[in-house]
């Protein structure tokens, strides 16, 4: 049989290949702490399943493919909170950011296109851009720099006439960059200058730690037909299995053609969006103040720990929550494979998300890994403990 070459050119996700060892780790009694995967275990509000609860329709019926009103206008009522003015008419509901960000770039990319993403950057990118038939050309970054990436001299000269748009993750994931009112301001201007779009993945806009306000690239009205925000429900309120997420843009052309793909799957889950919608009415700044604060914790216990590991090397993320390390071994997938399949303390193990499949260039990220910060202190800091102790056998074995 043959298949398309497209999805040949995919790879299996780095967060998620490792489910069958960690299942067989598992079996053999192990428990294993999880850093690999952005699931909170914050609680999800109870206004969503309460929301649910009350639905009394006699039938379950389509969504409209656009988006339920209710939540279009509840979108719209939490941007216009922040200072974004934005109408109905700029919103699209979809099935999560991931199916945001799937339906844009199957708008705006094609065979032999490319679009900049700085590296590293979330690996599911390299997904969403492959099927299309384009590709992703690197914007490189370093941790020495803390991962910053929005200079002009760095950027154009990667601008050919193939690029078609420039997608950022803001706050940054796998980094925890924070981009500053004036390198937002410089991704605009060369996205302006280039007639290029500029996709700005913001899921994980109210966790930031530092006394900045909340940005959007949407408060750069100037350059309305050139922004895309793509955002969820799924980080802000603990809710990723709902997939409620959102397309916003000012550029109607785009919306019209990401109106045909909407209408191809019909519509968003009709619950989801209704649940979705009372979330954003019941919750607000102190509810995402409380949050913000819980995760400024769990950082500050992974940084304090990750300090007792001799060798490794980080930054301590501005927000989002997540952290790349460079870690003192040859090779983190296969100390992935060492702690799932042999070692243990105690019965206890970790697995996290091995950096390479964040990066497009060859050779890069082979001993990172990115750490996602969601489940409670002591078990973060369980965690970096046995990912201390399991560097120091896996070395050890690795001399011998």
């Given at each position: 049989?043959?298949?398309?070459?497209?999805?040949?050119?995919c790879?299996?996700?780095?967060i998620?290949?490792?489910?069958?060892?960690?299942?067989?780790?598992?079996?053999?009694?192990?428990?294993?702490?999880?850093?690999?995967i952005?699931?909170?275990?914050?609680?999800?509000?109870?206004?969503?399943?309460?929301?649910?609860?009350?639905?009394?329709?006699?039938v379950?019926?389509?969504?409209?493919s656009?988006?339920?009103?209710?939540?279009?206008?509840?979108?719209?009522?939490?941007?216009?909170?922040?200072?974004?003015?934005?109408?109905r008419?700029d919103?699209?509901?979809?099935?999560?950011?991931?199916?945001?960000l799937?339906?844009?770039?199957?708008?705006?990319?094609?065979?032999?296109d490319?679009?900049?993403?700085?590296?590293?950057?979330?690996?599911?990118?390299?997904?969403?851009?492959?099927v299309?038939?384009?590709?992703?050309?690197?914007?490189?970054?370093?941790g020495?720099?803390?991962?910053?990436?929005?200079?002009?001299?760095?950027?154009?000269?990667?601008?050919?006439?193939?690029?078609?748009?420039?997608?950022?993750?803001?706050?940054?994931?796998?980094?925890?960059?924070?981009?500053?009112?004036?390198?937002?301001?410089v991704?605009?201007d060369?996205?302006?200058?280039?007639?290029?779009?500029?996709?700005?993945?913001?899921?994980?806009?109210?966790?930031?730690?530092?006394d900045?306000?909340?940005?959007?690239?949407?408060?750069?009205?100037?350059?309305?037909?050139?922004?895309?925000?793509?955002?969820?429900?799924?980080k802000?309120?603990?809710?990723?299995?709902?997939?409620?997420?959102?397309?916003?843009?000012?550029n109607?052309e785009?919306?019209?053609?990401?109106?045909?793909?909407?209408?191809?799957?019909?519509?968003?889950?009709?619950?989801?969006?209704?649940?979705?919608?009372a979330?954003?009415?019941?919750?607000g700044?102190?509810?995402?103040?409380?949050?913000?604060?819980?995760?400024?914790?769990?950082?500050?216990?992974?940084?304090?720990?990750?300090?007792?590991?001799?060798?490794?090397?980080?930054?301590?993320?501005?927000?989002a929550?997540?952290?790349?390390v460079?870690?003192?071994?040859?090779?983190?997938?296969?100390l992935?494979?060492?702690?799932?399949?042999?070692?243990?303390?105690?019965?206890?193990?970790?697995?996290?998300?091995?950096?390479?499949?964040?990066?497009a260039?060859?050779?890069?990220?082979?001993?990172?890994?990115?750490?996602?910060?969601?489940?409670k202190?002591?078990d973060?800091?369980?965690?970096?403990?046995?990912?201390?102790?399991?560097?120091?056998?896996?070395?050890?074995?690795?001399?011998?």
């Amino acid at each position: 049989m043959k298949f398309s070459g497209r999805i040949e050119r995919c790879a299996l996700s780095p967060i998620r290949k490792f489910h069958p060892y960690v299942v067989a780790a598992q079996a053999q009694g192990k428990k294993v702490y999880h850093l690999n995967i952005g699931q909170p275990d914050v609680p999800t509000p109870r206004a969503f399943f309460d929301a649910i609860g009350d639905f009394r329709e006699s039938v379950l019926a389509y969504a409209p493919s656009p988006g339920v009103e209710v939540y279009l206008d509840a979108v719209k009522d939490y941007y216009c909170g922040l200072g974004f003015e934005v109408g109905r008419e700029d919103i699209l509901a979809t099935y999560g950011g991931s199916e945001a960000l799937q339906i844009v770039l199957s708008c705006i990319l094609g065979e032999g296109d490319e679009i900049l993403v700085p590296e590293p950057f979330y690996p599911n990118y390299m997904t969403f851009v492959n099927v299309t038939g384009a590709a992703i050309r690197p914007i490189p970054t370093s941790g020495a720099e803390g991962y910053r990436f929005a200079f002009r001299d760095r950027i154009e000269p990667l601008i050919n006439d193939r690029t078609r748009a420039i997608m950022v993750t803001n706050p940054g994931n796998p980094t925890g960059v924070v981009l500053s009112k004036e390198e937002m301001g410089v991704l605009v201007d060369i996205a302006k200058k280039h007639d290029l779009f500029l996709i700005g993945d913001e899921v994980y806009r109210e966790l930031v730690y530092g006394d900045e306000p909340l940005s959007s690239f949407l408060e750069f009205t100037g350059a309305a037909e050139n922004i895309v925000v793509v955002d969820s429900i799924s980080k802000r309120f603990s809710a990723t299995g709902a997939r409620v997420g959102a397309i916003l843009s000012r550029n109607h052309e785009l919306l019209g053609h990401a109106l045909k793909i909407c209408q191809g799957r019909l519509c968003a889950a009709t619950l989801d969006q209704i649940g979705a919608a009372a979330l954003y009415r019941a919750l607000g700044e102190g509810y995402y103040a409380e949050i913000r604060e819980q995760y400024r914790s769990r950082r500050d216990a992974v940084v304090e720990s990750l300090k007792n590991i001799p060798g490794a090397e980080f930054r301590c993320p501005e927000g989002a929550f997540y952290l790349m390390v460079k870690l003192p071994v040859d090779d983190a997938e296969k100390l992935q494979y060492f702690l799932l399949q042999e070692f243990d303390d105690g019965g206890d193990t970790v697995m996290y998300a091995p950096g390479e499949g964040f990066y497009a260039t060859p050779g890069m990220g082979k001993n990172e890994i990115r750490i996602a910060y969601v489940t409670k202190e002591e078990d973060l800091r369980r965690a970096i403990e046995l990912l201390g102790l399991g560097i120091a056998a896996y070395n050890k074995k690795q001399k011998e």
